[in-house]
Structures are given as C-alpha cells and as structure tokens.
C-alpha cells in the first residue's frame, strides 16, 4: 500500500510543479471556482452495534455516512483535460435511536487530480485525509477518539454525479486499526458556472 501512495503521488507533484510554468505564460492559465460537493458512502468495519428495546439493531460502520465539503476547483486553460480539486468537509453518521445522539464524525480533507476524458467524463486518483474522527456515545457508550491518516480516493463521474471509492484506516486509543474503506455516490456543483 505504501508503495502505491508514493507511485499517486508523483503524478500530482508533477501537476503542482507545473502550475508555475503555466501561470508565467498566461494570466488566465488557471481558471479557479468554487466547489460544493455532498454525497453518502458505505463500508468499513463495524465499530459499534446498538441495540433497541423492540428488538431491532443498528450496525455503524468506519466507512459510512453522508458529507458535505467546500473547496476549489481549478482547471488548467493549456491542458484542458487536466483538473485539480481540493475540499474538506464533514462527514456524518448518526443511529436511529430517539433517545440518544450515538454520532460518529470526520473531517475528510481531499486533494484529486482528474483526467477530463471528455466535457461530461472525468476520472479522478488521489488522496484523502481525514482528521477530527470522533465516535460520540451522548453517555450509552464510551466517547472513542481516532486517529485519522492519510488514503487513496477514486472518482468516476459523470456531469455533477460520481461513483467513489476511498481506502483508508482509522486507529483506536487501543492502537487497533479499523478499515474505514467505502464506495459512494456523489453529487459536485461549481461556480460560476462558466
């Protein structure tokens, strides 16, 4: 895995060490907007299992739960299929108890480069962080804090949807690690629109 992280990473060190030689030879190399992005994932581990008084249960997982981010979006004017986007957001997972507010969040920070196959396709590699990880027991079950690290995110998206996969692991207070991998679907929005 790390040898795969290191071979993602030279293709987007060479974009960014681009960036300079493209602005220098134009004003407008570089067209910026504003990014929005949500979506709902699925996967991982299953970290904690509720119990209801009629009978039923809920499993939560490492890798679920639904987000929202902002960021950029930056499009390069001399290498039209070339893209780059940055967002961080929350992620959020919550049970379906009424009497209890069991929480499970994250602060997921993504940097991608995509390849623009045509104006409507697009295919994106690259890297996820996600910080702040937090499962929240509101005094049912204890409070867990993880440590976050560093994974690979892949996107196919066509238009505003895209179908996801991130491959990431959480560690425990106990230095157990927990795979918080999960697949999803997206929906991204930039302005301006042109």
Not at 25 to 52: M, P, Q, R, Y
């Amino acid at each position: 895995m790390n040898l795969f992280k290191c071979l993602l990473a030279i293709p987007l060190m060479v974009f960014l060490w681009s960036i300079p030689t493209f602005s220098q030879e134009s004003n407008n190399s570089i067209t910026a907007k504003f990014l929005v992005e949500g979506g709902i994932e699925f996967g991982g581990d299953e970290i904690l299992k509720v119990f209801f008084t009629n009978g039923e249960d809920q499993t939560m997982r490492a890798g679920q739960g639904g987000y929202l981010a902002l960021g950029g979006q930056f499009q390069m004017t001399k290498v039209k299929p070339l893209m780059l986007r940055a967002a961080i957001g929350l992620k959020y997972n919550t049970t379906a108890a009424e009497n209890a507010n069991i929480r499970f969040t994250r602060v997921p920070i993504t940097l991608i480069p995509y390849w623009n196959i045509n104006e409507d396709i697009r295919l994106g590699i690259g890297i996820s962080s996600h910080q702040s990880v937090r499962l929240k027991g509101d005094g049912f079950v204890p409070d867990v804090d993880f440590t976050g690290s560093f994974g690979t995110r892949v996107e196919f998206g066509y238009k505003w949807v895209a179908l996801t996969y991130t491959s990431i692991k959480y560690t425990d207070e106990l230095n157990k690690s927990v795979s918080a991998n999960s697949v999803g679907i997206s929906v991204s929005f930039t302005f301006p629109n042109k």
